[in-house]
């Protein structure tokens, strides 16, 4: 196994045992300290990835919601980028190029996620055997079977688990919001009409991939076979990487995956489906590139309760019309089931990540939600790939009767990479 | 018109990238013209397209790249299955060419797409292939019948470059004829293939596994983690067959063991595991 770059430090290497301690461990109760944040609330932090989205979340997730945290350790598999973190973040932090050799730190508490989505889950899933609590930027996964590794990963190590999207905090503040999720989670509601659209925000021309892409020499300072990880590895080209990786189905989705994260997060709270997936779905769009994400129109999605949602581009193609937007209203129930549900509890208020993290319960945007999100952005995606209908088992989670539409469901992952 | 010209008409009728090479202006009536017109053209026009196609950067290829792959999938959503068969069979057939690795690669991927058990004997010699074994494997575990065997046959031939490649995907197919092989691989010089042989028993499930299994999670750092989920899931499987004595032996050692503060969700997860077993 070929090791990333060790620790490297801009602090000068002093010498002798305690030294190379200082340099490498910094224990939580020194992160603390008369007039500083409490210590139980300094997370120590490792970033993988440093481009873009490098460090947003922790801001977000941890100083946005009332925690301090110390960025202890940054990786990146260009090492331009890492030497440009390490800046960012500090004398203490240690830069690494290798992502395992991060997780080995027994010093960190919380591992954020920032690579192109191709290695999002790897390595959630690591960091949480690891002992570590993650924050994941969006979308969760690149394909459907990894947010199911992802979310058994959460559970059987008790890690806490947040997304970088957080629509759904805002969606539970209405009390409107909060009295449909109970409708729909009442079971109480035998046929759902509700139709939600979400029409337009997904940049769908900006979001194509290039089909005639030329290799070129990999810069120096990148590792490309890394970069790659469980993808194919294909010829480099400077547009598979950094903000481009985007429109490329190798590494993501095209803004569909990209995008859709944000706008599916609130509905599928509000809509009470985080625990299931729609059973049918239909794309109108031309037929795709292998390797280069292009246009789509719309994405006609059913759950097996009735409702439909629909993603449309609204940049493309004839627009969406086969249904007309409509709410779930509460007069959709008989009187007594509505005076039901009027009397059930509230859900209970989604956790912050710093919340999660002290109760050890789950946070907000936990695994099985976020999984559950970009299923419906790569259920979308295999549809406008494979160009039919698909149909869905939210419980086997599989694609019925299409073989060859199902082997995009768990794609298989290059050596040594596997869920 | 000449079998050539035609197919030379369709492709010459299929929309091209724009300025930025991107197909963000594709007309999609021109393109759901043309794929069933290159169908009916049968296996003639496929070896047409697959002619068509050169190495990465050495030539203009975007419109014979973009049919093969939107005809490969138009006929695995026909009812009759007969012409995904035939493509599978004309592209599979074609791998025997002498044609450069990256376009081999690519027919091979079309594979992934549009193959079925009839393209597996073609795709199997590539396991050897340093260049192509890698999408040949998972090529393979996409398309499920016959890959067990092919990577079985496999094992025992390729050079030391494929070996992970094949250790790992024996594992991924879950194929339970190669257990033996698997336990030897526990024992490799290669960090990567002992990890991947782990992986491989544990989702087999075997209980001669766990003796070893339990060994590889002393290892430290990624190594104990890997092993550590790997009985874990040995664990799992086993509770699931019915052997308890040995599932529970693999978690009161990871239970009784974990005294790290660090590990304290290893032994928790080994805890819970117990008590769900019980």
């Known amino acids: 196994m070929a090791r990333g770059t060790r620790g490297i430090t801009r602090r000068a290497f002093l010498g002798g045992a305690a030294a190379a301690a200082g340099l490498l461990i910094v224990p939580r109760h020194v992160l603390g300290g008369p007039g500083q944040t409490p210590p139980s ?65 027994k010093d960190l508490d919380v591992v954020s996620v920032a690579t192109p989505p191709h290695w999002h889950a790897l390595i959630s899933i690591a960091a949480m055997q690891a002992g570590k609590d993650v924050l994941c930027e969006k979308p969760m996964t690149k394909f459907i079977a990894e947010g199911r590794a992802v979310a058994n990963a959460a559970k059987r190590y008790g890690r806490v688990f947040q997304i ?68 194919p590895l294909r010829p480099y080209s400077s547009h598979r990487f950094g903000w481009s990786h985007r429109y490329y189905w190798d590494y993501e989705g095209g803004g569909l995956a990209d995008l859709g994260h944000h706008y599916m997060d609130p509905f599928q709270w509000v809509y009470g489906k985080d625990d299931t997936s729609p059973v049918e779905v239909e794309a109108y769009a031309p037929p795709a590139h292998p390797e280069a994400c292009g246009l789509w129109g719309w994405v006609e999605l059913r759950y097996a309760d009735g409702l439909t949602l629909v993603l449309d581009g609204a940049e493309w193609g004839k627009p969406y019309d086969r249904k007309a937007p409509r709410h779930v209203e509460p007069t959709d129930l008989a009187p007594e089931d509505l005076k039901k549900v009027e009397a059930m509890p509230d859900p209970e208020p989604l956790l912050t990540f710093p919340e999660a993290v002290r109760s050890r319960k789950q946070a907000g945007g936990h695994a099985e939600a976020s999984h559950r999100v970009a299923t419906i952005l790569h259920l979308s995606n295999i549809a406008i790939r494979m160009g039919r209908k698909i149909r869905y088992d939210p419980v086997k989670e599989q694609i019925v009767g299409d073989e060859e539409a199902n082997r995009l469901v768990n794609q298989p992952m290059r050596a040594p990479w596997h869920l | 018109m000449a079998e050539t010209d035609k197919l030379k008409a369709i492709l010459d009728a299929l929309p091209g990238p724009n ?170 010089a290669d960090a990567q293939v002992r990890l991947a042989a782990a992986w491989g028993l ?39 067959a019915g052997k308890k004595a040995e599932a529970t032996k693999v978690l009161t050692h990871l239970r009784d063991t974990r005294t790290d503060p660090a590990e304290r969700h290893v032994r928790e997860a080994a805890e819970r595991a117990l008590v769900a077993g019980t």
């Not at chain 1, 801001?59 to 890492?82: N, Q, S």
């Not at chain 2, 001669?208 to 104990?224: F, S």
């Not at chain 2, 983690?225 to 086993?238: P, Q, V, Y």
């Open chain 1, 41 to 105: 609330e300094t997370f120590a932090v490792g970033l993988v990835g440093c481009g873009g989205q490098g460090g947003e979340d922790v801001d977000t997730y941890i100083r946005g919601d009332g925690a301090a945290h110390k960025m202890l350790a940054v990786c990146d598999v260009d090492r331009g980028r890492m030497e440009a973190a390490m800046r960012k973040f500090g004398e203490t932090c240690q830069g690494y190029a290798d992502f395992r050799r991060l997780v080995e730190r």
């Open chain 1, 164 to 231: 970088g999207t957080a629509g759904r905090f805002g969606a539970q503040k209405s009390p409107r919001s909060r009295l449909i999720h109970k409708i729909l989670r009442s079971g109480l509601l035998k046929d759902c009409r509700g139709v939600w659209i979400h029409r337009g925000g997904f940049n769908v021309r900006g979001y194509c991939g290039r089909v005639n892409l030329a290799p070129e020499p990999v810069p120096a300072n990148l590792d490309w076979n890394m970069y790659c990880g469980p993808a």
């Open chain 2, 19 to 188: 300025a930025q090479g991107t197909f963000a202006d594709l007309d999609k009536d021109k393109v759901e013209w043309a794929i069933p017109e290159i169908a009916k053209g049968g296996a003639a026009f496929v070896v047409g397209l697959v002619e068509r196609l050169v190495e990465p950067g050495k030539g203009d290829d975007v419109k014979a790249h973009y049919a093969l792959h939107a005809l490969a999938v138009h006929l695995s959503g026909l009812e009759d299955d007969k012409p995904r068969a035939e493509f599978a069979r004309t592209v599979a057939a074609q791998l025997a060419g002498d044609r450069p690795p990256g376009v081999k690669q690519y027919l091979i991927q079309q594979l992934q797409v549009a193959g079925g058990a009839e393209a597996v004997a073609a795709i199997a010699p590539f396991l050897a292939d340093e260049s192509l074994c890698e999408t040949a494997a998972l090529v393979l575990v996409a398309i499920g019948q016959g890959a067990a065997e092919a990577l079985r046959a496999a094992l025992p031939k390729v050079p030391p470059a494929c070996r992970l490649v094949i250790v790992q995907n024996l594992g991924a197919v879950r194929d339970a004829a190669s257990v033996d092989a698997l336990r030897q691989a526990l024992a490799d």
């Open chain 2, 202 to 240: 544990a989702r087999l499930a075997d209980p001669g596994a766990v003796e070893p299994l339990l060994k590889a999670a002393d290892a430290e750092g990624w190594e104990r983690f890997r092993a550590t989920e790997a009985c874990l899931t040995l664990a799992e499987g086993l509770l699931a």
